[in-house]
């Protein structure tokens, strides 16, 4: 039975207390994404939130900040930046916010954070970077282990979980024999998910077709060669390009009568009839955030601060597409999804919301007051509500951030960021694992 809630009862703020910053000039923080994906939006929303409970913005001020306009506040900077999915532009953004002074480089996606990586390597005293929404930060070159890194990064790193997806999709359709991938040649995230789609697919006893794309203008016709193969349906990666031209695949899929399965839950959106994987995105953020805080205080030695790691797994079905297909989801996948659009409008179990709201630092009267806000949405502003963020409720919002302000939920976030520092021990023991590996 499903309750009809809001998907941004996710966007709620996770307070803790104020501290003194680093020094008394103004910090200037660059916030650089390589486009209005969800989760950059989910993401930077989840940031300002820290920014502000930890006293670094005031609410007059995150008012403001909400135009992503560059800014100039009373303790810290913030300057915006955007590639618009165009890679040689991520350079000329990255250039242009330390042509502007920026203390610290945020990078969401991982083509950004390589960029961003390669390019402060060269500077006299590099600038710091604290990546989000990288998968495999390993494979993408941008770390060998969590603390074997440049001194100068750290962030976080979700892992989208291939192995119970292609098993969900399968469920779906245990006749399959042949189905295809398609990841972009420009993010070497695409290029792992691939890669593991292919040798897990394999496993399972699928035949996996890939096809690489050096960018969106590529995908109708990738696309095409796929279904020409023969596949029964398209298995897709956690990949930038890939979920910019999500709708562009799937209308091909589509016209085809063939199935677009990914690996990430909010895919349904864009038109996926089964998503299944990673979607924590906003506490991913707020994780972020409270390094980000934390180095502002001048409490966190980057050097120093292991890459956090986040894993999640959330099934969501589109029985719009279905229909488009002629297809029935199966029972077992919709008894476990816990998002499901149908007739154009979502539906969120109860289960996703108060799990984001407990790991956000609710209590139960704050819970009651957030679930109050509910209400039916269409997939059109629910697409809107995630890429834009949404204001809360100022009572609600005043609430939160004084209810996470209380000692218990304060002892939770100092142990989080306790558990990443980077002791010799761990040092010394990640270093012996890679010397293992390569003997």
């Known amino acids: 039975m499903y309750v009809r809630l809001l998907l941004t009862l996710t966007l709620l703020l996770l307070a803790v207390p104020s501290a003194l910053g680093q020094g008394s000039e103004r910090i200037s923080v660059a916030i650089l994404r390589y486009g209005s994906l969800d989760f950059a939006g989910m993401q930077e929303y989840a940031i300002l939130d820290i920014l502000q409970v930890y006293g670094w913005i005031s609410a007059d001020e995150r008012a403001l900040l909400s135009g992503r306009q560059d800014f100039q506040g009373e303790k810290v900077s913030i300057i915006w930046g955007d590639a618009n999915y165009d890679l040689p532009t991520v350079n000329l953004m990255i250039d242009e916010a330390l042509d502007k002074g920026a203390d610290i480089l945020v990078t969401l996606s991982t083509p950004v954070t390589q960029i961003a990586v ?21 494979r993408a070159g941008i770390a060998d282990a969590h603390c074997i890194k440049p001194d100068h990064v750290t962030g976080s790193q979700n892992a989208p979980p291939y192995h119970e997806a292609l098993r969900l999709f399968l469920l779906q359709n245990p006749e399959m024999k042949r189905v295809g991938t398609i990841y972009s040649l420009t993010d070497a995230s695409g290029a792992a998910g691939a890669e593991d789609i292919q040798q897990l697919g394999q496993a399972l006893g699928l035949t996996v077709e890939s096809a690489a794309v050096a960018g969106v203008s590529d995908l109708r016709a990738a696309t095409q060669g796929l279904v020409n193969k023969g596949v029964e349906a398209l298995i897709l990666p956690f990949d930038s390009t890939i979920a910019i031209g999500l709708p562009i ?10 199935p677009t399965f990914k690996a990430a839950s909010g895919s349904i959106f864009q038109g996926a009839t ?3 994987g990673f979607y924590q995105y906003y506490v991913q953020g707020i994780n972020v955030g409270l390094m980000l805080a934390a180095w502002l ?28 297909l002629g297809m029935e989801i199966n029972e077992d996948v919709v008894e476990m999804a816990d998002v499901v659009v149908q007739d154009d409008m979502v539906s969120v179990s109860p289960r996703v919301a108060l799990e984001q709201l407990e790991a956000m630092g609710a209590d139960d009267a704050t819970k009651q007051m957030a679930l109050s806000f509910t209400s039916e949405q269409s997939v059109e502003v629910m697409v809107d509500l995630m890429r834009n963020g949404r204001q809360l409720p100022a009572q609600l919002a005043d609430f939160l951030i004084r209810g996470r302000r209380a000692d218990p939920f304060m002892a939770t976030d100092a142990a989080f960021l306790q558990s990443l520092h980077c002791s010799d021990e761990k040092v010394a023991e990640q270093q012996a694992a890679l010397d293992a590996a390569e003997e």
Request: proline share 3%; no cysteine; aromatic share 6%.
């Open 118 to 138: 390669n390019t402060t390597l060269d500077q006299d005293v590099p600038t710091p970077v604290l990546f989000s929404a990288v998968f495999d930060a390993f």
């Open 274 to 276: 089964i998503g299944a």
């Open 297 to 324: 205080n001048g409490e966190l030695d980057i050097a120093r601060t292991a890459i956090d790691s986040n894993s999640s797994y959330m099934v969501s079905v589109n029985h719009d597409i279905a229909g488009e």
């Open 249 to 258: 695949i799937v209308t091909v899929a589509t016209e085809n009568m063939i």
